[in-house]
């Protein structure tokens, strides 16, 4: 959420939901449920700084306190987090599939393939339009699903039934 706020200028709680909304990754929740009580706990932190808008638009300007600089820099500079291999589905997956039956298993492979190759048509076609932070986080996003791809063909999982 801080680096929302900050590095790519979304500057009201509505701004941060709708990018949280909009996001690839299907883990991180868009619901107002979860983005405006995160919003509120940061500001009672002291690292989200929150001034009403005066325009008549119900709502409040967002940007960072100099903690909140101070915070956001440090995860992005923390190198253990940062290569830490996180939560990563597909690799906690990996072995298991290798337990199922034959034919489960080359299904399951298939329809792998399958979706890892639409979520690279996916991630190339807007590459252009997307500001330099989310061109990025796109860039990675092709690489890991380019390697993921290769590993599945490695596995003989083809694009048609076995």
């Known amino acids: 959420m801080l680096s929302e706020i900050h590095h790519r200028q979304n500057r009201t709680a509505f701004k941060v939901r709708r990018a949280f909304q ?20 940061l500001v009672e932190a002291g690292l989200i700084d929150s001034t009403p808008i005066e325009t008549g638009h ?19 500079c923390d190198p253990v ?10 690799r906690l997956r990996a072995g298991l599939w290798a337990t199922l039956d034959p034919a489960m298993r080359a299904d399951a492979l298939r329809r ?15 590459l252009d339009a997307l500001d330099p932070v989310e061109q990025a ?6 690489r890991l699903q380019t390697m993921r791809l290769r590993w599945l063909e490695d596995q003989g999982a083809g694009s048609k039934p076995e």
């Open 22 to 41: 909009t996001s690839p990754s299907i883990e991180w929740s868009g619901s107002a449920g979860a983005v405006y009580p995160a919003i509120r706990r």
């Open 81 to 90: 987090r940062a290569t830490s291999v996180g939560v990563d589905p597909f």
């Open 137 to 142: 986080r796109s860039e990675w996003s092709i």
């Open 112 to 126: 792998l393939r399958l979706t890892v190759e639409e979520e690279l048509q996916r991630l190339t076609v807007s």
């Open 58 to 76: 119900k709502g409040s300007h967002l940007s960072l306190s100099p903690e909140g600089v101070a915070a956001v820099e440090g995860w992005i």
